[in-house]
């Protein structure tokens, strides 16, 4: 049987290294947000969740708090290894993001700021260790298009921007899956129709994923499911929840069908249940955000970071059966030391 040195995509869907179709089901973690990391972390109670994926959040310089609180110096890479590694020994694929350009409004830092941390030697090298299970998402919601008026020229600067980008990271050997995250704060999944293929095409491996963040309360991206998924692309949701910040601070939409949380329904009648359902007849990945901490703690798949503390969202996200991941998240071996395939069931 042939063997792979890294997961890969074939068509739209990613691949283990033996050839397994892998349909990430998992959970966002954002790792650096707590203030506890590397003393502590979240990632035995994630463990617990049956995820098979794990979307880490990283900073090449985590935003800087206003005097006189204390200042963050950029985070050990030793840190970062070791819990790739953990990750691994959980037959949880880790999925690492830099967060320093979230909703940037276009991509001309990209290369500048996130690229130059990728590629960067010392970098380079702790990301070599893992790579035969990991995927680098290489900048989160970085760039517009619909909120910049459709404009083709912030388009191709968006493309030409990641073929950069894309290039750069293949040129120091990393040949791991890179997922790239669509315009306007990751929302516009319809952009991949235009897009999509020529960010495939760019890459000498054509080993990218697509992904969508599913806050949807103005803009239905359901409509676009069916067209991605004739067109082939390899769609991936890396952000889906239950709550969709509003138009001003401290206001939120309700992405819950049955209203387990106090806030107003989206104004288009979108709920995570339809999405769900969606994705999962067609095989799609997704990812929930978040375990925590989150600044709404409706929000929150756990109310304190412990497994036994799981929110209502948590409890539905893990537990329901048609699409729970107890019941409905694979996992596979991700170390040689590990079995092949483990699936609990609830």
Not at 239 to 249: K, M, P
């Amino acid at each position: 049987m042939t063997t792979n040195s890294n997961l890969y995509v074939s068509g739209r869907f990613l691949n283990t290294r033996s050839g397994s179709k892998l349909i990430l089901r998992g959970i966002n973690l954002p790792l650096l947000d707590d203030w506890e990391f590397p003393g502590s972390d979240y990632l035995d109670a994630v463990t617990q969740s049956n995820a098979n994926a794990i979307r880490i959040q990283w900073y090449k310089q985590y935003p800087q708090p206003a005097p006189p609180n204390p200042q963050r110096g950029p985070y050990p890479l030793s840190a970062l290894d070791n819990f790739l590694h953990r990750c691994a020994q959980a037959q949880m694929v880790p999925i690492l993001m830099l967060a320093d350009l979230t909703c940037s409004s276009d991509t001309s830092q990209l290369n500048s700021t996130l690229v130059a941390w990728w590629t960067n030697p010392d970098v380079v090298a702790v990301l070599q260790k893992h790579a035969e299970y990991l995927i680098i998402n290489i900048g989160n919601e970085v760039g517009y298009y619909h909120w910049a008026g459709n404009s083709s020229d912030v388009l191709a600067a968006y493309v030409s921007d990641y073929a950069k980008a894309i290039n750069s990271i293949r040129a120091v050997g990393l040949n791991v899956p890179l997922m790239i995250d669509a315009t306007d704060c990751g929302s516009s999944l319809d952009v991949f129709l235009t897009i999509g293929e020529q960010l495939i095409e760019v890459d000498p491996l054509h080993n990218i994923l697509l992904s969508a963040h599913a806050y949807w309360a103005g803009y239905n991206g359901l409509d676009w499911i069916e067209s991605c998924v004739s067109a082939a692309l390899p769609i991936v949701f890396g952000e889906i929840s239950n709550i969709q910040d509003g138009d001003t601070a401290d206001t939120y939409y309700s992405l819950d069908a049955e209203g387990r949380n106090p806030w107003p329904p989206a104004p288009n009648g979108f709920t995570y249940q339809a999405l769900l359902a969606a994705a999962f007849h067609h095989e799609i990945g997704w990812l929930a955000w978040s375990w925590g901490p989150d600044k709404n703690p409706d929000r929150r798949l756990s109310a304190d970071g412990a497994f036994t503390s799981l929110t209502t969202w948590g409890e539905d996200f893990l537990q329901n059966p048609t699409y729970g991941l107890a019941a409905h998240s694979q996992r596979h071996k991700l170390l040689s030391t590990l079995p092949e395939s483990h699936h609990r069931k609830p």
